[in-house]
């Protein structure tokens, strides 16, 4: 497409958005959670179609060098169609957000004031690889009576067509109309721009990608942005920690995923601990094939690892690469997080419960942990049945981004009359 036919084509987006932004607005749960179910069934039986259409993205990435890590969030195979129909039917059996009215109170004239949950409107969606979030941002913009338009990265544009086909083919089965969810079907990078300008049309964006995604949108958006900054995780390993547990946690928090947001990329560990638990772990983090980078004091006991420079910690490595730093206090751990961390997720590894809480209090990231690997950061495993991103905003929605997050409140008033006098 060219220029003018982007501009032309990212209007009638937003045109078909908006108008269905508000029957689905209206629509009641049946309605809605039978979209879902419809969709949850669509991906069941077009399984061999979507990983055939995923294998041509996969094809083109590995020809154009996309990193592993990258790759492997690009995948779409049978395990990960299965978590994107288990996370539907989740959302599907969710109670309906819209509508609910709470906090109501009763003037002294007898005048009751409550707030109501509403959509927000319609959402413009944006990422990078990752064909499951075409699914789960659907689902949960749905379920929560939004309209969205989604635009996922070039790389994975024809799992993502595919996959819009069955989502529109579901809303239709319930009676709910298609434009409610449109996959944009362009890679022309101009379409990203027009999205994020939509004053008219668009009522939120939220961005999930790296930092070169985040800096540009951050420029160029007029409408308001959700956004998720990088995920420099980190793991604190306490002085009262027990160290079998905190071993399995730190194992778990690296290697479960190296290309997720919550993946630890700096261990801390007290050094009255160190000797003890360090050189079990390294062993089996070397066996795993990650790098290890460390201070000083690390590598005095892995005189192997590389020396970790003043970028290390600030890094994101989305990759087989893990910094280290002997801390001489939890006030240590504590400053190091709120330094170089982007405040996402961090945990504690302590059977100290004064410990544990200072660590929750005092750490300002979206998600505090407390004896639990930092890869628990997901919007699934919350209990949210999906995720729209993680927010590491303060105002309006902040950590996993599920159907309250995709929700606003208007006050609403009711009375037989009164008069203000």
């Given at each position: 497409m060219k220029s003018l036919d982007i501009s032309e084509y990212m209007t009638q987006l937003g045109t078909r958005a908006r108008a269905a932004s508000r029957a689905i607005a209206r629509a009641d749960d049946t309605a809605k959670s039978g979209a879902l179910r419809a969709i949850a069934r669509g991906l069941q039986a077009n399984r061999d179609a979507l990983i055939a259409a995923?294998?041509?993205?996969?094809?083109?990435?590995?020809?154009?060098?996309?990193?592993?890590?990258?790759?492997?969030?690009?995948?779409?195979?049978?395990?990960?169609?299965?978590?994107?129909?288990?996370?539907?039917?989740q959302i599907a059996g969710m109670p309906d957000p819209i509508g609910e009215i709470t906090e109501v109170k009763i003037r002294p004239n007898g005048m009751r004031v409550g707030r109501m949950r509403?959509?927000?409107?319609?959402?413009?969606?944006?990422?990078?690889?990752?064909?499951?979030?075409?699914?789960?941002a659907a689902a949960l913009c749905l379920k929560s009576g939004n309209a969205t338009i989604l635009r996922g990265g070039s790389e994975a544009i024809e799992s993502n067509v595919a996959l819009g086909a069955v989502i529109r083919a579901?809303?239709?089965?319930?009676?709910?109309?298609?434009?409610?969810?449109?996959?944009?079907?362009?890679?022309?990078?101009?379409?990203?721009?027009?999205?994020?300008?939509?004053?008219e049309y668009v009522d939120v964006i939220v961005p999930r990608g790296g930092k070169r995604l985040i800096a540009r949108l951050t420029e160029e958006a007029r409408v308001p942005l959700i956004k998720h900054l990088d995920g420099n995780c980190h793991v604190y390993v306490d002085s009262a920690a027990d160290l079998a547990q905190a071993h399995t946690i730190a194992l778990n928090a690296k290697t479960y995923r190296f290309g997720i947001c919550?993946?630890?990329?700096?261990?801390?560990?007290?050094?009255?601990?160190?000797?003890?638990?360090?050189?079990?772990?390294?062993?089996?983090?070397?066996?795993?094939?990650?790098?290890?980078?460390g201070c000083e004091r690390t590598r005095a006991l892995l005189p192997d690892a590389a020396v970790a420079t003043q970028e290390d910690w600030f890094t994101e490595y989305a990759a087989p690469v893990l910094a280290i730093k002997v801390v001489d206090s939890l006030d240590e751990a504590i400053d190091h997080i709120e330094y170089y961390g982007s405040h996402h997720t961090d945990s504690i590894v302590t059977d100290s419960v004064t410990h544990a809480r200072r660590f929750q209090?005092?750490?300002?990231?979206?998600?505090?942990?407390?004896?639990?690997?930092?890869?628990?950061?997901?919007?699934?495993?919350?209990?949210?049945?999906?995720?729209?991103?993680?927010?590491?905003?303060?105002?309006?929605?902040?950590?996993?981004?599920?159907?309250?997050?995709?929700?606003?409140?208007?006050?609403?008033?009711?009375?037989?009359?009164?008069?203000?006098?």
């Open positions: 995923n294998a041509i993205d996969l094809a083109r990435a590995r020809d154009n060098g996309l990193e592993p890590a990258m790759l492997d969030r690009l995948k779409l195979d049978d395990k990960a169609l299965s978590r994107m129909i288990e996370g539907l039917t509403v959509p927000l409107g319609v959402i413009g969606i944006i990422y990078e690889s990752r064909p499951n979030v075409t699914i789960d579901g809303l239709e089965e319930a009676g709910l109309p298609s434009d409610a969810i449109q996959v944009i079907e362009t890679t022309d990078r101009a379409a990203v721009g027009a999205l994020v300008t939509a004053t919550g993946a630890m990329e700096t261990l801390l560990v007290h050094q009255s601990v160190v000797t003890d638990f360090l050189p079990k772990l390294a062993a089996e983090l070397r066996a795993r094939e990650v790098e290890l980078r209090r005092e750490v300002d990231s979206a998600s505090v942990l407390v004896n639990l690997p930092t890869c628990f950061a997901d919007g699934f495993e919350y209990g949210l049945g999906a995720e729209i991103g993680i927010s590491t905003n303060k105002l309006h929605a902040r950590g996993p981004v599920g159907l309250e997050g995709l929700t606003t409140l208007k006050w609403v008033l009711d009375g037989e009359g009164q008069q203000r006098g």
